[in-house]
């Protein structure tokens, strides 16, 4: 029974048991990204915040919650269409459906629009150069850089994303394996290591909810979301990590936390050894941000052609 008003639970807590109906989950829920934000201050009053959207649970319950805070601010929402035929036109019809309902600005740039080519293209040509070329790997490169080039261009002083702590424990153990400590610097409920003009800050309220408490809420509040896995998902290293975290999970409740609040602690110590070897420069051909002489995006353009 539920810990607090004895109603039929949604959800037990591993760690210590604990139950909670429907009302008093959601409203865990919501205090607890309410928490995260006060905690790390991630939002102040009259921020323009841009919501990078896919139509999936984390993207949607953060806007949900973000759109209801009682905090003076402007909450609009992007999605970047890749063009994965069926999956992309459902979560995007989802999507459009949803902040119509909630009277929330969507603005949608497709990859094509963008780039002139479809990710599945794209895919097609760099695999017939490169079989090791990963879809997701490729997919998150264009679709940062979309993201960061409109929320400058629209002049959002922000950018929420729905990570949640899966995502960054998994994020966090990768970088650790192929020892990458200057990409690890990066993470966090506010990313980046030092602050420009070039790059528009993220956040992540959703920074302490797993996984499964999203989908939960999502559920609960009854969110038309496409819980399906995209069809072109194929980092196969995330997918072991995930999977090994979640083992691990059941076996041993909290450990996700265990990870994500270690890294916490040694974080600053980690920005700061890469605050001053982090340059920012402009890339030569589309005249972006980079830490090169060329963009990321541009290399996997010029690729393609």
């Known amino acids: 029974m539920c810990k607090q008003c004895k109603l039929n639970p949604v959800i037990t807590f591993p760690s210590n048991n604990i139950q909670l109906c429907k009302s008093c989950f959601i409203r865990y ?3 607890k990204v309410r928490k995260t ?32 805070l009682p905090i003076k601010m402007k909450i609009e929402a992007i999605t970047v269409d890749s063009l994965i035929g069926d999956y992309t036109r459902k979560n995007i019809k989802n999507l459009e459906e ?14 094509k629009e963008e780039f002139g080519y479809s990710l599945c293209y794209m895919m097609a040509r760099l695999k017939a150069k490169d079989k090791k070329c990963n879809s997701c790997s490729v997919c998150g490169v264009l679709r ?19 990570h949640n702590l899966d995502d960054e424990a998994q994020s966090f153990l990768m970088n650790v394996f ?18 420009t003009k070039h790059f528009i800050p993220r956040i992540k309220p ?50 996700k936390y265990s990870i994500v609040n270690s890294f916490l602690e040694i ?14 420069q402009i890339c030569k051909k589309c005249k972006e941000p980079t830490s090169s002489v060329i963009c990321n995006t541009c290399e996997i353009l010029e690729r393609i052609r």
């Open 29 to 31: 829920f919501e205090k």
């Open 37 to 68: 934000i006060r905690q790390y201050s991630l939002i102040e009053k009259n921020d323009k915040i841009l919501v990078a959207c896919s139509g999936g649970k984390d993207s949607t319950t953060l806007i949900y919650i973000l759109h209801n």
């Open 98 to 111: 949803f902040c119509k309902k909630n009277k929330i600005k969507l603005h949608i740039v497709s990859f």
């Open 144 to 162: 940062r850089y979309i993201i960061n080039k409109k929320a400058r261009e629209l002049r959002f002083n922000k950018v929420a994303t729905g």
């Open 178 to 195: 192929k020892s990458d400590m200057k990409v690890t610097a990066r993470l966090g409920p506010k990313t980046g290591i030092i602050k």
């Open 206 to 255: 959703l920074y302490f909810l797993t996984e499964n408490e999203t989908t939960i809420y999502s559920k609960l509040k009854g969110f038309k979301i496409n819980y399906e896995k995209c069809p072109c998902s194929e980092n196969v290293f995330r997918r072991e990590i995930e999977t090994v975290l979640n083992k691990l999970e059941k076996n041993h409740p909290q450990i």
């Open 267 to 280: 974080l600053p110590v980690i920005k700061e050894k890469y605050k001053t070897t982090q340059e920012i």
